[in-house]
């Protein structure tokens, strides 16, 4: 019970970071709350990592679906 209140805690931390371009935060700060809390009791530091790792692995996945959604060759990197 200790930990789901620590993990809502953090959450609740990460809370106002949780805007349009910051999708994923809110469940890598739980995420994040959790492994810190039982990786020496870095719960904060853990909530703030996973809102971090939680967004860049949300934009990955979101430029994955466009890329789809318009075909593989929708992107090509500049050549110089």
Do not use: D, W
Request: glycine share 12%; with cysteine.
């Amino acid at each position: 019970m200790k930990l789901i209140k620590t993990a809502l805690i953090a959450a609740a931390f990460a809370l106002p970071l949780a805007n349009a371009h910051a999708e994923g935060c809110l469940k890598g700060a739980a995420v994040g709350a959790v492994a810190g809390h039982f990786a020496g009791h870095h719960t904060v530091l853990g909530a703030m990592a996973g809102c971090a790792i939680g967004h860049h692995m949300a934009k990955k996945e979101r430029q994955q679906r466009l890329a789809a959604a318009h075909g593989a060759n929708a992107y090509q990197p500049a050549s110089h």
